[in-house]
């Protein structure tokens, strides 16, 4: 079964500093990784989707590395800015069903 | 209208009523998903549609009744609910279930809370 861990569960960093937000998963028989972003009492915004055949993607500020055979994931977002304050989730499709497995997010504050 | 929009967006609903949510996509996808989010828990898949026919059901109790009239439609009725499935219902699309590169979008989610 998979299983995907985020840690830390929450983080806060000042203004300006450059961060990277870690995913990790059990089975590394993925079809692609998926970071999106939740704002409080909202939906899930896509930020990134990487393909199991791709090891990066980069997205203004944003940029979300996949190394398959150790099953991690990070999103490193560069110079970071108050309005970067949210819930940050990954998710990994796999299975025969191409089944989507959450973790739990890491609601990340930017103090100004 | 663009992306997926559910409505409503907040509801309340006491054990004994029966009321409806929605959500519809205008992005031309063929698989649509509820999802049920709670607090500190991960995001939970309830149910798939993919190309109107259900193909999966997370085990999901039968108070929860999905349906998906087309494919840029889909409803959860609910009936005879407890507290504890209070929370917030995403629901999501994308191009069709079978696609392994399919990107996920999700709407803004409707916050249920069961007296």
């Known amino acids: 079964k998979q299983e995907v861990t985020q840690i830390p569960a929450a983080l806060s960093v000042p203004e300006g500093e450059n961060l990277v937000l870690n995913c990790s998963f059990t089975d590394s028989a993925i079809y692609n990784l998926q970071w999106f972003r939740q704002d409080p009492g909202k939906g899930l915004t896509s930020l990134l989707l990487?393909?199991?055949?791709?090891r990066e993607q980069t997205s203004g500020r944003l940029n979300a590395s996949l190394d398959k055979s150790s099953g991690r994931s990070t999103l490193y977002i560069a110079a970071s800015q108050p309005g970067d304050s949210a819930t940050y989730l990954c998710?990994?499709?796999?299975?025969?069903?191409?089944?989507?497995?959450f973790g739990k997010g890491i609601t990340l504050s930017v103090r100004p | 209208e663009t992306g997926v929009t559910q409505t409503p967006r907040h509801l309340v609903m006491g054990m004994t009523n029966k009321k409806s949510l929605k959500c519809e996509q205008h992005?031309?996808?063929?698989?649509m998903y509820w999802y049920k989010q709670s607090a500190k828990k991960p995001l939970e898949l309830m149910f798939v549609?993919?190309?109107?026919?259900?193909?999966e059901n997370n085990s999901v109790p039968s108070r929860f009744s999905p349906e998906c009239p087309n494919s840029s439609h889909l409803f959860l009725h609910l009936h005879t609910l407890q507290p504890e499935d209070s929370a917030l219902y995403l629901c999501?699309?994308?191009?069709?279930?079978?696609?392994?590169?399919?990107?996920?979008?999700f709407g803004e989610g409707s916050r249920l809370t069961v007296l």
């Open positions: 990487i393909q199991s055949s791709q």
């Open positions: 992005l031309g996808h063929n698989a």
């Open positions: 999501a699309s994308s191009q069709d279930q079978a696609g392994r590169t399919g990107e996920l979008f």
């Open positions: 549609y993919n190309f109107k026919e259900q193909t």
């Open positions: 998710a990994v499709l796999a299975g025969a069903n191409s089944k989507l497995t």
